[in-house]
């Protein structure tokens, strides 16, 4: 645990790339295998499961430290974060410290739901007893399913192929699913698989950034293919030898979510490996993706939720035919296979062919991203015809190109504070819009599009205009009127508004309006009616 403490204070010390790629170089040339391998695990997101509950780690942080629960409550609300305030308030120094190895307490984590409370008190409060603070913090992280380190995946890759001495796109393909570290070695992840036997794997997905530049700046316009944006998940359809695996774009397994592609393990050739967007699809057109959300939450799927949300895959990319890797091959020559492919009379009607738009110039690709929901999509996808299928998110040949969003000016009614260098400052924001009555009801939570000296002001403004506390929530004087911006609603009767947005933040702060002249619950209802009609 020291070292991998020493590993995440250096990358947290730091801004720059390159110090950040170097400190996990020496780390992994210092390392064993196996402590190689969690790390490499710890530092891609692969975060163990919470094996306690945050109740209890209060308590018994509380009782360790000898001091009252007002106080802990005080101090956790001040600091922002679980795991720093309990790093900070535990007594330095308990017993001696001792350097635990990290496969060992990782595994011990994974062990604990199998324990009664009282063990897993006696265990935890040992590991507090006998480690540093930033390794305290680490740990208590690792418990509470939080932990992150602040690299990209990129990044870890970069340093990866350094330490290995292979090409990075190798290095992210070994990593790509969910590989287990107890179950592998450096030689048996990182090396040429044996025929077979890594037959579930994806490939790296392949993302691209939202249009920085002007359209003219693509130049030609038949160089590129144009498609829609639409919205669902993400994910590789693979058949090889017999066998059906489909994983979304966050390495998740999900073939058995998804029964209706079942057949395509007999009806596509061995070594197939498909991109699209899994959406729900009914009369010849996309659905909600709140229709998507209906089926990916449930355990169990009857036949009655598989008919009321018919899922298909809009395939947009052929990544592996008859067991070749072709992702090197230019796009024109993956698309026309993809097209013979899925112009077979013997393939199955869960598969569709992205549709590629023949524009005549940049200005009507312009018209139809404005007009977007009319199509029901997000707008474009841009893509070089002569493009090979990269790995992570790469500029110029790959563009999303996304539609305005949605708009709705709300009343600041709740803030909490936020988290790491952010902690002393309220920067999670709950919004609310006029029901009928001339009540305020909130409709949208939001943290995200302030600047830090607009957030200043702000966070100024609510400490001197708290009207109540509710633990971490202060509720303020409903005065200042925002403007928030999100890609989706749908009507929700698990919210007081009766809407739920789509990944709302904050656009503008208003101080031209007063809060009476923010949004109704009414206007919000008649956007729902507008988006979907």
Known sequence: MKRFAELFVAIDQTTKTNEKVAAIVRYLADSDDRSSLYAIALLIGNRPR?????????????????????????????????????????????????????PDVIVQLAELPEQTDEQKREIITGYWQ??????????????????????SRQLVIKALSIHLGMDETTVAHRLMGKW????????????????????FQPYPFYLAYQLDGSLESLGNIHDWYIEKKLDGIRGQLIVRNGQLYV?????????????????????LPDGTVIDGEIIPWSDGRPLSFQVMQTRIGRKNLSQKSLREAPLVMVCYDLLEWKGEDIREMPMHYRRNLLETLLSSPLRHTALLLSETMPFDNWGEVALFRREARNFHCEGVMLKRKDSAYGSGRRRGNWWKWKTDPLTADGVLIYAQSGHGRRANLYTDYTFAVWDDAGTLVPFAKA???????????LDAWIKRNTVDRFGPVRSVTPHHVFEIAFEGIQQSSRHKSGVALRFPRILRWRRDKKADEANTKADLLQLIDAVNG
Do not use: C
């Not at 006998?130 to 690299?151: A, C, Q, W, Y």
């Not at 287990?180 to 037959?199: C, H, K, N, W, Y």
């Open 447 to 457: 943290y995200s599009g302030l600047t830090d000296k607009e957030i200043a002001e």
């Open 50 to 102: 919470r094996p306690v509950k945050t109740s209890d780690l209060k308590a018994w942080a509380t009782s360790a430290a000898g001091i009252p629960d007002w106080l802990f409550e005080e101090s956790y609300h001040i600091v922002g974060d679980l795991a720093e305030a309990i790093a900070l308030m535990l007594p330095p120094n308990l017993l001696s410290e001792h350097d635990y190895r990290l």
């Open 130 to 151: 006998h480690l540093s603070r930033d390794e305290r913090f680490i740990f208590t992280k690792l418990i509470t399913g939080n932990f992150r380190m602040g690299v």
């Open 247 to 267: 994983w979304s774009r966050g390495e998740d397994l999900l073939t058995n979510k998804f029964p209706e592609f079942g057949p395509l393990a007999d009806a």
């Open 180 to 199: 287990i570290p107890a179950a592998e070695t450096m030689v048996s992840l990182f090396a040429e698989p044996e025929q077979g036997s890594r037959d």
